[in-house]
């Protein structure tokens, strides 16, 4: 299974930005698709997962402002990110995990600032 990011790029404080995630089979029997981020310095933190009922969870540093989902026909996840803060800057990566194996993606750069 390969993933390609995409969507990432400079943004001000308070504009919007739509991650996708496209893989190269399908989404369907995914147990979950899930966006983490690594800030400069920082390690790899998680963000976001849509499971394969459609239940959705957050870190509680984007919650109420990015949306995990996902289209079935285009086997595609995707990450809605509004209300972007400085702090929001960083590589953001889409993950797969299918039964026990992890697939990754290669990571898109979003820069939050003015």
């Known amino acids: 299974v390969q993933l390609q990011a995409s969507g990432g790029g400079l943004v001000q404080p308070g504009g919007s930005l739509r991650l996708s995630c496209v893989v190269s089979?399908?989404?369907?029997?995914?147990?979950?698709m899930s966006w983490y981020r690594q800030a400069p310095g920082k390690e790899r933190e998680w963000v976001a997962r849509i499971y394969g009922g459609g239940t959705t969870g957050y870190a509680d540093s984007v919650k109420g402002r990015f949306t995990i989902s996902r289209n079935y026909s285009r086997n595609t996840g995707y990450l809605q990110m509004n209300s972007l803060k400085p702090e929001d800057t960083a590589v953001y990566y889409c993950?797969?995990?299918?039964?026990?194996?992890?697939?990754w993606g290669q990571g898109t750069l979003v820069t939050v600032s003015s």
């Open positions: 089979g399908s989404i369907r029997n995914l147990s979950y």
């Open positions: 993950s797969t995990v299918r039964r026990t194996t992890t697939s």
